[in-house]
């Protein structure tokens, strides 16, 4: 499997972004390859941590309308993507998602 952070941050408030997120968080079920997605916050800055089932199923996310549409919003900026391995045996172990 293969993680993805995503991070940015935002002009507006989080009570504005819930509706918005929520959106796109049940347009994101449907994504191919996506296993897992945990959204994130630290004052202005948002975004999640992305579990895939491979290296090219996060690509794929990440070259699709979805997310460019998330990188063009106005109220987003400084966006910070970062790829990482899945050490799989170990996550089984502490329960991370597993692809099916």
Known sequence: MH???????????????KGPFTDYANALRSMPGLVAKTWIREGSTVGGFH??????AADNYLDSEMAAG????????????RHFDVLDELSAITGSPQAA
């Open 51 to 56: 579990i895939f089932t491979s290296r090219q």
């Open 3 to 17: 993680a993805v952070l995503i991070t940015f941050t935002s002009s507006a408030s989080l009570d504005d972004l």
């Open 70 to 81: 998330l990188r063009s919003n106005p109220a987003f900026s400084d966006f910070e993507i």
